[in-house]
């Protein structure tokens, strides 16, 4: 008898997904979250679980965790007070950014505040060269001065990061060392130690970000540690990272900042699961939430990755699962401006007070009313029960802007969803042209609670024919952490010229790294074969971005730049449709992945029965500027092989599923909803 | 409008992505860092007669939203079939692109034999031939010395390349492949365009989709009009000055009359110095809506209407009036290359007429000039001679009307990038010594302005070349407004601090010896708001955070601190109490010297000189008239001007 638990935090419910190893049945669950008692959420979840599943507690032999207490902490700035020191005549480093702001076209734009007042930073006298050649050693005495300054106005922790610490960190280990010595009731984090990559003011951001959560996700990780021992689980905490890996709660104690994107980047490793067992090559995922619509990309199951993304405006230097964010979401509001013209968004909702109908004293019209006005919400249960629409709240909300408009509530109602709807397209779009692909090739997966219910519409809009509905979408990011791999990235920035006569310097550099990230995969132990992956930033000399390429362990044996260039300009030739095989290329930096599988998930099959489904009645659904009749059914129902067509709606426990008119659906034998466009 | 509510928005956010969908495939297929690193392009989504509906957002330049094509799609020999792609770089045909380096071009969509829309953009080429590098410099004359002109001509007919014209365009630039590399990421993203707006047809039907980009174009034009009936009516003039109208040139006067009546606005910029005898003329060819003199109403309405449509329809409500061989509506064939450092001028003249309408509702002068630093030397490292951005020095934006003006950048500068230090030092021969926020720099006021940027660097590289373009706003100020001071102006220094230290005031091109310290410090945003009436608190925190001087506070807020740092109350209340109150415009000591000698007799007995002259002569002229002026420190300028008026030459 074995179990294993994965739970994932969001904005208003707490999901859990059950792995019961002996029947190999999967039990999924939703409580409410208890922002005020953190790790509360967790107990209760667990308590139900071992009520209505039949749980053993001390049968569990995994629990990985996801949460969101991280980037709260940003968003909501309710993080610690910091120091930073960094390299004399460089102070304005957070104030400057990058310069370049959001809505270059206001007179009024801002960058956010950084989370390091001015008066907190301090210059330390020291500098070192590009080659990382000391120019000035650190000053003991502009460490003492500042550590002063910094103890004055009540600093909790410190942060050095100097400048070319990419390339030789010993200015930040001295002063690191210093301040030990000299304050050791203070936290420190070097710029170079959270993660060494070349540009101060994104790795300098990124340390920042570190500490600035580092004592609440402490504080937080000891609470869910102690909820789960007196719940009588001995299984370690694992958490889930930005990255879809996880790590020991031991190493996120430090490594804050990889898992502030835990919740988005499993959700799409729990997509992933679903899209390579389903056999799907290329998958668009749509994760709509109640502020957002999240879109990702999946390449055989495999998510795409980046650097870049952003927290509360800043930018995060760690490798992490690309997804962009749309403003449209389930709570997003809908009005009329000046103009008479239709908008929803950007304005939302959120959870609080959330959508009209949900009765908490949101009073205006959200997406989430307009669904339930055109009868798509409110045919089943919503959030496992957890919410009782009011769809007198939604006529309430939506009046005026019907009567503006000169409709009925419904007719509105579905102008809502369209204008919702075509606003989503606008990332996806920008999304594709980045990546070159076309919406023909893909397959949308809607999840999360109110992605079934637009998956199909918005598949329409961008011209996507198939939709692929996961047995559990509401859950899906609990799926994730269940089956997200034990996960450790490193990286070195070299900046040299992808020259033969370069090669042992880039292969130490490999080799170093590689011995760092497997170094840490064995000290967060856990059973199974672990795997290296490797890979290079390079360039064409003068270029201002890189391009990861992927590199074999078996390239590194022997000098082989031109190998590794060949496969460059092949790479560079796939991602911008051109290449220059006779420009010189630069190694600016390399990254390894070591990582020990996750136990697979069993992904259960059943035999297909083919079979027209009835419906268990018929309902009135508001699509295409009229009332038409539409089959209800229940997804418990659709078994595999089991056929259906749109208009018609499948109600589940945590979410909602539109089959418009026009596509047909039937269950594959995973128990997914393939719908496809006639 | 002829399309409803819903579905109009629904078509806007269609055509919006289409146009995303354009802009992210040029970047990406475009070869040149200077597009990836500048994003120095535009993309439209333009209406059967060329007039722009729908721009990108995310991506690109900010000068062209409401850009009306319609002249130069008519001046293409030939007539358009489908598969034609047409472009052109001619400053003086058409007026759509307005230096030589960059190139427009557009696309018509045909459907079932008749043009419903076309696709364009337009590209900045780094070099396109001519007398200098990268072709644009202060010291050119004419635009052909600007490099390749190409007048609107079809690239493809009807589908197949046009040879000839490429291989005209590859013989006259200096790094060919590259240029082409940027012209074929062009080609796709108009090519993506004409794909999308056919997606459109499809889904919409022909007729709402026609229907829908007129609606769009009305849509625009009545958030505009709803905006400008929110002003007062009235006539608002404005003066703003570049430093030079050359290297080592005069004042550059730049006039503007704002006449603002219901829900129109007329912007006459008579009284506008002549055309330039340098690089700095802005062909606009008397285009009453020409773009590059909306820029700064683009960034108005914006701010009045946040989120506002741009497209055509928002420039309809104004009407632009520029008399032909002033700076802003130049004769050919005046040098344009460096029309960028008036258009930041054009943007602060429109800022300061409208901050006259709704000074409750506008912020004082930003900063206004960005110095684009970029050093030429053989690097150590590679062996290679190479030109290294060094960064943009932005200064802040004004005070606003709810805060005090953004620090280091902000405004109409706010779309500029920086390097990373350590990326700089690792490809050029350059040891950054400092770069940060300048304190003292921000014009003081209730809110105050943004503080300046300051960089100092130093090379060891005796072959090391550094330019700065459009450098500006050393000698008039960013203005304040309501009681607001100037912020500072910009500086450029050689060895500060030093016995050798020497001003280099707008210089552009500068051979530092090894070893030698350049400090460059943009100026500074302007204050907004009588800076006594600034609540202490604010002055203090600015102390605390290093962004103001205890002397300063002293000096321009009444604010006294102590050796600690803590407030002394009485001796504030009563430096306060001293304080003279003030209220309106300042422009700063400089401009208030200039307008002492230069009064507006003596300008307009220079207008009324210089409209006796034909064009080509004004230039030469008006460098005779200020020497002249110069000179007599004892007369007045209007005396001066007036001996210089001669009858109006005879042709023979």
Redesign the interface.
């Known amino acids: 008898m074995a179990w294993r638990v994965g739970v994932d935090i969001g904005g208003t419910f707490a999901d859990f997904a059950a792995l019961d190893l002996e029947s190999g049945r999967l039990s999924t669950l939703k409580v409410l979250t208890t922002p005020t008692a953190p790790g509360e959420d967790v107990a209760a979840g667990l308590r139900r679980l071992v009520a209505d599943e039949k749980l053993v507690p001390a049968a569990v032999e995994r629990f990985v965790h996801g949460t969101t207490v991280g980037v709260n902490t940003i968003i909501q700035r309710r993080g610690t007070r910091l120091a930073l020191f960094t390299t004399a005549g460089f102070t304005d480093m957070l104030e400057l950014a990058r310069l370049r702001m959001p809505d270059p076209y206001s007179l009024f734009c801002e960058r956010p505040e950084p989370l390091v007042p001015r008066e907190h930073v301090f210059g330390i006298a020291e500098r070192m060269d590009a080659e990382g050649q000391t120019l000035t050693a650190p000053d003991v005495e502009s460490v003492k001065a500042a550590l002063a300054a910094a103890r004055a106005a009540g600093c909790e922790g410190i942060v050095v990061s100097f400048l070319h610490a990419w390339r030789n960190d010993a200015h930040e280990q001295a002063v690191a060392t210093l301040l030990a010595e000299l304050a050791p009731e203070l936290f420190v984090f070097r710029g170079s130690e959270v993660w060494p990559a070349i540009r101060e003011y994104e790795r300098t951001t990124t340390g920042v970000l570190n500490a600035y959560v580092h004592p609440r996700i402490d504080a937080y990780l000891e609470r869910v540690e102690g909820q789960l021992k007196a719940a009588g689980i001995a299984a370690p905490l694992l958490l889930t990272t930005s990255a879809g890996g996880t790590m020991t709660a031991q190493r996120g104690r430090r490594d804050c900042v990889g898992m502030l994107l835990s919740g988005t980047a499993s959700g799409v490793v729990g997509a992933g699961v679903v899209a390579k067992a389903a056999g799907v090559p290329a998958v668009l995922t749509l994760d709509v939430g109640g502020t957002s619509a999240d879109v990702a990309l999946l390449i055989d199951g495999v998510p795409a990755f980046g650097s870049g993304q952003t927290i509360g405006e800043f930018p995060l230097a760690i490798p992490t699962v690309a997804v962009i964010s749309s403003g449209q979401g389930g709570g997003s509001i809908a009005h009329l401006d000046a103009q008479g013209v239709l908008q929803v968004g950007p304005e939302s909702a959120g959870s609080t007070p959330g959508p009209a109908c949900f009765g908490r004293g949101g009073a205006r019209c959200t997406v989430t009313d307009a669904a339930l006005l055109c009868g798509i919400l409110g045919q089943g249960e919503l959030g496992f029960g957890a919410i009782a629409p009011d769809r007198s709240l939604s006529e309430l909300a939506i009046a005026p802007i019907a009567t503006a408009l000169g409709v009925d509530a419904a007719s509105a109602a579905e102008g809502v969803l369209k204008v919702a709807i075509s606003g989503m397209l606008v990332e996806i779009d920008k999304l594709l042209a980045r990546a070159g692909l076309h919406a023909s090739e893909l397959v949308l997966m809607p999840f999360g609670g109110a992605g079934p219910m637009l998956g199909a519409l918005l598949a329409e809009t961008a011209g996507i024919r198939r939709v692929l509905v996961p047995p559990v979408p509401g859950t899906l990011c609990a799926l994730g952490a269940l089956a997200a791999d034990l996960r450790r990235d490193t990286m070195r920035t070299v900046l040299l010229p992808l020259e033969d006569a370069f090669w042992s310097p880039i292969a130490e550099g490999f080799a170093a790294i590689a011995g760092e990230a497997e170094a840490a995969l064995a000290e967060m132990g856990g059973a199974g074969e672990s795997s290296l992956q490797m890979a290079a930033d390079l360039r064409y000399r003068g270029q201002s971005f890189e391009l990861e390429v992927p590199v074999a362990s078996g390239l590194l044996e022997k000098p082989s730049a031109e190998a590794l260039a060949s496969l460059f300009h092949a790479a560079h030739e796939e991602a911008f449709g051109h290449s220059d095989p006779g420009a010189p290329v630069e190694v600016v930096s390399l990254r390894a992945a070591a990582r020990r599988a996750a136990p697979p998930v069993p992904m259960p099959r059943r035999p297909l029965v083919d079979a027209v489904i009835a419906p268990e009645k018929t309902i009135q659904l508001r699509l295409e500027g009229g009332w038409r009749e539409a089959g209800l059914y229940r997804r418990v129902q659709l078994h595999p092989g089991g056929r259906l067509s749109g208009p018609a709606i499948v109600t589940q426990s945590d979410c909602t599923v539109l089959i418009p008119a026009g596509w047909n659906a039937s269950t594959d034998e995973l128990g997914n909803l393939v719908m496809e466009h006639i | 409008m002829r399309t409803?509510?819903?579905t109009?928005?629904?078509l806007?956010?269609?055509c919006?992505?289409?146009a995303?969908?354009m802009a992210?495939?040029l970047y990406?297929?475009a070869?040149s860092?200077f597009v990836?690193?500048t994003e120095d392009f535009t993309i439209q989504l333009l209406d059967a007669q060329g007039k722009t509906c729908a721009v990108p957002?995310?991506l690109g330049a900010?000068w062209y939203p409401g850009v009306d094509y319609e002249a130069a799609i008519a001046l293409v020999p030939g007539g358009y079939q489908p598969g034609d792609i047409a472009m052109t770089s001619d400053p003086y045909s058409g007026y759509l692109s307005t230096h030589s380096p960059d190139t427009n071009m557009w696309k018509p969509v045909f459907h079932e034999g008749k043009i419903i829309a076309f696709a364009g953009g337009h590209i900045h080429n780094v070099d396109v031939g001519g007398a200098v590098p990268a072709s644009l410099s202060r010291t050119l004359t004419e635009v052909h010395q600007e490099g390749l002109r190409i007048p609107p001509s079809k690239l493809y007919h009807a589908g197949r390349l046009d040879e000839t014209l490429l291989r005209t365009i590859q013989t006259n630039v200096r790094v060919p492949d590259q240029n082409w590399?940027d012209l074929?990421a062009l080609v796709?993203a108009v090519n993506?365009g004409e794909r999308r707006i056919l997606?459109l047809v499809r889904r919409f039907g022909v007729a709402t989709l026609v229907d829908g980009l007129a609606d769009l174009l009305d849509?625009g034009e009545?958030?505009a009009r709803?905006v400008l009936a929110s002003l007062p009516d009235g006539t608002y003039r404005f003066t703003d000055y570049c430093d030079e109208d050359g290297v080592g040139g005069d004042p550059l006067r730049l006039n503007l009359t704002l006449r603002i009546q219901g829900d129109s606005a007329e912007l006459d910029f008579t009284g506008t110095d002549p055309q330039t005898l340098c690089s700095m003329n802005v062909p606009t060819g008397g285009h009453p809506r020409h773009s590059l003199l909306l820029v700064g109403v683009?960034?108005?309405l914006?701010?009045l209407h946040?989120g506002i449509t741009?497209n055509f329809g928002t420039t309809r409500p104004f009407t632009c009036i520029t008399p032909e061989g002033s700076v802003v509506n130049p004769i050919a064939p005046a040098a344009v290359g460096m029309r960028s450092l008036t258009c930041a001028r054009l943007r602060s003249l429109v800022?300061g007429a409208f901050a006259q309408a709704a000074p409750e509702r506008?912020?004082a002068a930003?900063a206004g000039s960005s110095s684009i630093l970029n050093l030429a030397a053989e690097n150590t490292?590679?062996g290679r001679r190479?030109i290294a951005a060094i960064a943009?020095i932005?200064g802040g934006?004004?005070g606003?009307p709810?805060r005090d003006g953004?620090?280091?950048?902000?405004?109409?500068a706010?779309?500029?990038?920086?390097?990373?230090?350590?990326?700089t030092?690792?490809e050029a021969p350059v040891?950054?010594?400092?770069?940060?926020?300048m304190p003292d720099t921000g014009g003081p006021g209730a809110h105050r302005g943004g503080l300046a940027?300051v960089l100092?660097f130093t090379t060891d590289a005796p072959d090391a070349t550094v330019t700065a373009r459009n450098r500006d706003r050393s000698i008039f100020q960013p203005w304040g407004i309501l009681g607001g001071k100037p912020g500072a102006p910009s500086s450029f220094t050689l060895n500060p601090g030093t016995p050798g230290e020497k001003d280099l005031g707008n210089t552009d091109l500068l051979n530092p010896a090894p070893g030698d310290v350049v400090r460059i410090v943009s100026p500074g945003g302007g204050g907004r708001g009588d800076p006594a009436t600034r609540p202490v608190e604010a002055v203090l925190r600015d102390l605390?955070?290093?962004?103001l001087s205890p002397a300063a506070a002293k000096e321009d807020y009444g604010v006294v601190v102590d050796a600690t740092g803590s407030l002394d109350e009485a001796a504030t209340t009563a430096r306060r109490a001293g304080m003279t109150q003030r209220d309106g415009f300042d422009g700063g000591r400089t401009r208030r010297a200039h307008e002492a000698r230069w009064t507006e007799e003596a300008y307009a007995a220079f207008g009324r000189l210089m409209a006796s002259q034909p064009p080509a002569w004004r230039g030469r002229l008006k460098r005779q008239v200020f020497a002249a002026v110069r000179a007599t420190p004892g007369r007045s300028a209007a005396e001066v001007v007036a001996e210089f008026a001669t009858p109006r030459p005879r042709r023979a």
């Open positions: 409803d509510p819903v109009l928005q629904v806007r956010n269609h919006r992505a289409a995303e969908s992210t495939t990406r297929t070869h860092t990836k690193e957002l995310d900010t590399g074929k796709a993506t997606d849509y009545k958030q709803a683009y960034y108005v914006s701010a946040p741009l800022f506008l912020p930003p490292r590679t190479s943009p932005v934006g004004g606003m709810h953004t620090d280091g950048s902000g405004a109409d706010a779309y500029l990038k920086n390097s990373p230090i350590e990326i030092e690792a040891r950054i010594l400092r770069y940060g926020l940027t100092e605390r955070a290093g962004r």
